[in-house]
């Protein structure tokens, strides 16, 4: 399997809230993971982030993504996945009760890969400006 098949299967199941359990099969077991966010400040393993996402979908149960960008670099052994995450705050659960708001909030994954599976991915996405959205800052 090629490392854009391998990135575009674990950010359809990370994506969809499929959990670790799921995401694991396409990464290694100590995969590391970054994001200069506030709202993830303390997760370093892609599996507390798979984690994370999987989580996010109890507060926000429509939440869906439109992928609007999919790259690999192949010499570098990095795939690079740009979407926009759409979702309401309906659900219980998130710092305070169901606001109704929506957000629509722009993200990249990159995906550096060691023999075919991810070993580390850092998320570039602003969550000030999602959180703001939802009425949760």
């Known amino acids: ?4 098949d391998t990135a575009k299967n674990f950010f359809e199941a ?5 959990g670790w359990e799921v995401c694991k099969a396409w990464c290694h077991d100590t995969a590391s993971f970054a994001c200069q966010s506030g709202a993830l400040s303390e997760t370093t393993t892609l599996e507390g982030y798979t984690d994370w996402m999987r989580g ?11 992928l609007r960008g999919f790259a690999a670099d192949e ?13 309401t705050h309906t659900g219980d659960g998130g710092p305070v009760s169901p606001t109704g708001k929506s957000l629509a909030a722009d993200y990249v994954y990159s995906m550096e890969f060691d023999g075919g599976k991810i070993r580390h991915m850092t998320k570039i996405w602003n969550d000030g400006h999602s959180l703001a959205q939802l009425g949760w800052a």
């Open 56 to 66: 996010l979908l109890t507060p926000i149960p429509d939440g869906d993504y439109d």
């Open 75 to 87: 010499a570098r052994n990095v795939v690079l996945a740009y979407g926009v995450f759409h979702g």
């Open 1 to 4: 399997m090629s490392i854009t």
């Open 14 to 18: 990370c994506e969809t809230g499929k």
